[in-house]
């Protein structure tokens, strides 16, 4: 971790470097030890900040942590989301990038980290939990209902297919299962080329049951 210590009254680059490696330094100890096992000392020590330093940005660990969680969704909204312009033109391509980007987010060792301290320690905290529905899980699940709807208004989507149970049974089998493997610590679809058959795969089997006609592969970009 860094070397550098702060004190006194950082300027504006600084202390937006200290609030990143704060908040850096939060993800790998909630994500290493646990939510219930990591103190603000601990994170202090690490990050090699004062403890009212971090005190100063978040006025408790319960805090520290929902900031953590906030940061982490905007950052996979942001990456996940693709462009309207894309939506618009071509709601389908747009719907199959976001579901491959979605694959990579998924994957990375600090959304396994924090996934695994939810799984263990999520009944204990179940504020932290609705914290993560809100800013993670819901949004990115409006996400693909939305792009869904995108498919529906271009008369993509066969009828008897509703967008919330079809947005769920996308994810599920797209993005779910590789997550688990990783959970449980098995390193599957390690590299981009694994993916991008694994994606090819599932996205087939998944559009072959909900869209009213073939998609015409021709007009559509590869997935990377």
Known sequence: MATKRYGGRPDTRMSEELDALILQTAVHLFGEKGYAATSMEQIAAVAQVGKQTIYRRHSSKEVLFKTVITELGQSLMGAAAPPEEMVAENPLLALRKTMRMLLD??????????????????????????????????????????????????????????????????????????????????????????????????????????????PSYDSMEPAR
């Open 105 to 214: 987010l998924v994957l990375q060792p600090e959304v396994i980290a924090l996934s695994r301290t939810f799984i263990a320690e999520g009944w204990r905290f179940p504020d932290l939990v609705e914290h993560a529905g809100a800013h993670i899980f819901e949004p990115l699940e409006k996400l693909t209902f939305t792009l869904l709807g995108a498919l529906e208004e271009a008369g993509l989507l066969k009828e008897i297919f509703g967008r919330e149970e079809t947005s769920r049974t996308l994810s599920a089998l797209l993005l779910s299962w590789p997550h688990q493997q990783r959970l449980f610590g098995r390193e599957v679809l390690k590299t981009a080329e694994e993916r991008d058959r694994y994606l090819e795969h599932s996205w087939n089997a998944v559009m072959g049951g909900i869209l009213s006609t073939p």
